[in-house]
């Protein structure tokens, strides 16, 4: 199902022009206008679902089936040294578009361009309080 106003279902839908990458039936892969690094493409479902949270089982696995060939291509044509493979659910974790998509941003060095901030609280859980959320996670699959 396509989302009447989301622009990647229109990219999707090839309404709206993109430099598509690779392309299936359920799968569309195309340059970021906004190139982080050069190489910076976008995989998306055709099938509209508004973030992970939403996204259908079947959905993850054709993107997922997609990345390690597309991942390699934009290694060989880039000489890439690494790559990030990135997306953003909800605006707090700076999802502009609501139609999932995974980002594969080509790395060549630390100061290219892109950067993921880590930042280390002081707040410490002992091996109790691991298991604690890891069962409570658990219990909700």
């Known amino acids: ?46 099938q509209h679902a508004d973030n992970v949270y939403d996204l259908s089982s079947e959905s993850a696995q054709a993107v997922f089936a997609t990345i390690p060939e597309i991942s390699r291509a934009l290694q060989q044509e880039t000489g890439a040294a ?19 998509h995974l980002h594969l941003i080509p790395r060549h060095d630390k100061h290219d361009g892109f950067g993921a901030k880590w930042e280390v609280h002081n707040e410490e859980y002992t091996a109790e309080e691991l298991a604690t959320i890891a069962e409570s996670i658990k219990n909700r699959l």
């Not at 106003?5 to 970021?32: G, M, R, T, W, Y």
């Not at 690494?82 to 999932?100: R, Y």
């Open 1 to 46: 199902m396509q989302k009447e106003n989301c622009i990647f279902c229109k990219i999707a839908n090839h309404e709206i022009p993109s430099h598509k990458v690779f392309e299936n039936e359920e799968v569309l892969a195309f340059l970021d206008l906004s190139q982080v690094t050069k190489g910076h493409t976008l995989v998306i479902p055709k």
């Open 82 to 100: 690494g790559m990030n493979l990135l997306s953003n659910t909800g605006k707090v974790a700076g999802q502009s578009v609501s139609h999932f």
